[in-house]
């Protein structure tokens, strides 16, 4: 893509009223818009790297068997009410006409149960892995870490459903595994910690996958010792020693939470009447597990996590262009060649942001390219065209190598 014609541009100064890294550094750069506290418009390069996440997310899910479906965003209040769960705060109503039917979807246990009702009656019918990605709505108290959270965000709910305790805890450990390698491969993997959560009243523990931050609104106790991680609740219910090896040599993190994972057993199985007929024909309740991650909120971990003092640090799996090519104008035959390698890697199917803007310094191109921050720099200008050459340089390196205009593929496509 032509950078002129890129409908937005990179902004000097970050709104006064945005304190997070997270949207300070994307909103400058271009990738969101704030429309009000806690709900952010996605622009081009933002919507790039939330269509990367999603497919990280969905490659992952389809891996453990998910199977991808989208529910209503808006729910008829009746189906809140089965599980007592419509006077929730968190949940936005609508008022239609004087009524208040409606509700906006904060999560869908209350839609996907009985959904699987209609399908399911006897063990050959399960296990059923589906997972959704999609908006959720919270009427959230304080939104003020920009994608961290938001009162509208994008979720992957992902729920399953099980003839026994036995089968659950199975499906439980391979999600973990999932989610592991969806963070590793968005490169916070280092930063993100499996965290023991209270599981409140349906079982004993759940799971959440905290990342290190300094915008983080959870804590996190990490044992020295033994390197487990738990959450504020259970290390108050521990009395401030770790629940394994019970030190209590504990260091606390400011983190965000990207994920969780639960065990609802048959909370919702119950309130649904959701049964099934085993083997000798007797009727079983449906065991459940439910599993959220948020993509917008992942998505402003990865830039606190992943960013210096010029700008954000993409990686090469969640980058909005594969290389940035630069042309610095200082002359025709300079932006011949840039011109013509542009067509010829798009051609040979590289996906470039081509910054063929005529109006602009050197140093304004140099200093968008590192705010903007895909992880290849590629410049051509006069220099380097008197050795046949273009620059190339890593947005995490300083070092700069001189590559041969005809070896560029070839290099090319070893790196990105
Ligand atoms: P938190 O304690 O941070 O409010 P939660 O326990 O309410 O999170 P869940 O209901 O488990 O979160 O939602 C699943 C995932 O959705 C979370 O792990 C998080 O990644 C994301 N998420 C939850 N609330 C928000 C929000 N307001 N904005 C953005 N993402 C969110
Ligand atoms: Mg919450």
């Not at 506290?37 to 992952?60: D, H, M, Q």
């Not at 239609?96 to 246990?109: F, I, P, Q, S």
């Not at 450990?173 to 490169?187: D, L």
């Not at 910054?355 to 921050?373: N, V």
């Amino acid at each position: 893509m032509r950078q002129s014609q890129l409908f937005t541009k990179t902004i000097r100064k970050a709104p006064r009223d945005e304190k997070s890294i997270n949207s300070r550094l994307l909103i400058k750069a271009g990738f969101i818009n704030k429309l009000m506290a806690g709900a952010y418009s996605y622009l081009p390069l933002g919507f790039r790297v939330l269509k990367r996440i999603e497919n990280i997310i969905r490659e992952e899910m389809n891996g453990i068997l998910g199977q991808e479906i989208l529910l209503p965003a808006l729910h008829p209040r009746s189906s809140w009410e089965v599980t007592r769960r419509w006077k929730e705060q968190i949940m936005f109503k609508l008022k239609t006409r004087g009524k208040k039917d409606y509700g906006l979807g904060w999560t869908h246990e209350e839609i996907i149960t009985p959904l699987v009702k209609t399908f399911v009656q006897s063990y050959k019918d399960l296990p059923v892995y589906v997972y959704q990605i999609q908006d959720k709505f919270r009427d959230e108290l304080r939104v003020k870490s920009g994608l961290l959270r938001g009162v509208e965000f994008i979720m992957k709910d992902l729920y399953s459903f099980h003839q026994d305790e036995k089968d659950l805890d199975r499906y439980y450990e391979k999600v973990k595994g999932a989610y592991s390698r969806i963070f590793k491969r968005c490169k916070i993997g280092r930063q993100t910690f499996l965290t023991l959560a209270s599981g409140g009243s349906f079982s004993k523990y759940s799971h959440e996958f905290q990342t290190i931050t300094p915008y983080g609104e959870d804590l996190i106790y990490l044992c020295k010792k033994c390197k487990l991680a738990v959450n504020k609740e259970i290390i108050k219910e521990q009395k401030y020693k770790c629940p394994k090896c019970k030190s209590k040599k504990l260091e606390t993190k400011k983190t965000v939470e990207v994920g969780n994972i639960f065990k609802l057993k048959d909370r919702f199985s119950k309130a649904f009447n959701l049964k099934f007929k085993d083997r000798n024909g007797k009727e079983k309740m449906v065991l459940m597990g439910s599993y959220g991650i948020g993509l917008s909120r992942l998505l402003g971990a990865i830039v606190e996590v992943n960013h210096d003092k010029k700008g954000i640090i993409w990686s090469e799996e969640t980058t909005p262009f594969q290389a940035h090519l630069i042309c610095l104008k200082d002359s025709l035959k300079t932006r011949k060649t840039a011109e013509k390698l542009y067509q010829d890697l798009s051609k040979k199917g590289f996906d470039l942001l081509y910054d063929d803007r005529k109006d602009k310094s050197p140093g304004k191109k140099f200093a968008d390219c590192d705010l903007i921050g895909i992880p290849i720099r590629l410049v051509v200008s006069e220099k380097t065209l008197k050795k046949n050459s273009i620059e190339v340089k890593k947005r995490r390196e300083d070092k700069i190598k001189l590559i041969k205009i005809t070896d560029l593929s070839k290099f090319l496509k070893k790196i990105v």
